[in-house]
Each structure stands twice: as C-alpha cells, then as structure tokens.
C-alpha cells in the first residue's frame, strides 16, 4: 500500500508508534519496579523474622550455658583441685620401681638378687644381698652396681660361700642425690 498522507501526518505516525512503544516500555518498567519492590520488601519481612528467631536461638542457649556452668564448673574446679593434689602425691612419692629397673638392668649374668632395702632415703646406705654362680660373679656385681645412673658407690661388705657352691655377697650402695626414688 502506497502511503500518500502529507509529510507531517506521516511524521505524526511516526512518532505515535513511538509513542505507544515508549508506553509499553514505561509500564514494563512500573511493574517490573513494582514487584522488585515487593520482593525487596518481603525480604526486609524475612530478614526481621529470621533475626528475631536467631536472637530467640542465640538467648536460649546462652540460658542453657549459663546454666550448665553453674553446675558444671564446681565439679571441674574440685576434679582440678583433686588432680592437683595426686600430681603433688605422685611427684614426692617415692617409686622404686624405676630403682629396681635400673639395679636389674646391670645385673650381671649368673647374680640374682635376694633381698634389697630401699627406704627413699638417699643419704641413707642401702644394703643388697645376692647369690652369685662364682666368686668373680659376685665381684663383677659389686662393679656393675657402679655403672648405674643412680648410684654414687657400692662396697662389698661380705662375700661367703654356701654349701651348694653358690656364693652370697652383701653390698653397701649410696645413691646420688635424688636418685634413691
């Protein structure tokens, strides 16, 4: 179709067709605006909700916190106190079992120990009667106790045979200081 219309009703066409685009446009945009305005003020809703309830969470256990120290940190106080005090006891308590391990790892071969008095007391001699299979069994004993970490000296104090050929030697021991636990 052949449009014969003057020049200025053309370009009044023109621009009503523009028009009515723009039109559609600007109403796109209100509504668009409208419901991002919605969402923006259900999430400010949301987002209060949440709060007041995480709050709500947050007070709840801090009651239940609260609460439990009460009852809790007098029990971990007094196990504290009473771990203290088996720490004390077990640190000056004497342990002669670390003695004896160190004794019975110079033993010699062929010597066996019959009777040992530790006391705790390291200024305090202590005396160590073995049987030894020989005579330089009961000597090299004597020696041995002398390589020990814990001990300051030993002095043989008798060596006797028995009838079954064994023989008993009885040795002094000084410990060092400190040693004797």
Do not use: C, H, W
Request: proline share 4%; no cysteine; net charge positive.
């Amino acid at each position: 179709m052949i449009n014969l219309l003057p020049p200025d009703q053309k370009e009044q066409i023109r621009f009503a067709k523009l028009n009515r685009l723009a039109l559609v446009y600007v109403r796109t945009t209100v509504v668009v605006a409208i419901v991002l305005g919605g969402i923006f003020v259900f999430s400010l809703y949301y987002l209060k909700q949440q709060t007041t309830n995480v709050a709500a969470d947050v007070s709840t256990k801090q009651e239940m916190i609260a609460a439990l120290n009460k009852s809790f940190t007098p029990k971990a106080k007094d196990a504290s106190d009473r771990l203290a005090a088996i720490k004390f006891v077990q640190g000056s308590q004497t342990r002669f079992s670390a003695v004896i391990a160190d004794i019975a790892k110079v033993v010699p071969q062929g010597v066996s120990i019959d009777t040992m008095t530790l006391t705790g007391d390291d200024k305090a001699p202590v005396r160590i009667v073995a049987s030894a299979q020989t005579y330089a069994a009961a000597l090299a004993f004597r020696n041995a106790l002398t390589t020990s970490p814990r001990i300051a000296n030993a002095d043989i104090e008798t060596i006797s045979s028995n009838n079954g050929g064994d023989f008993q030697a009885s040795v002094v021991v000084a410990f060092k200081p400190g040693q004797a636990k």
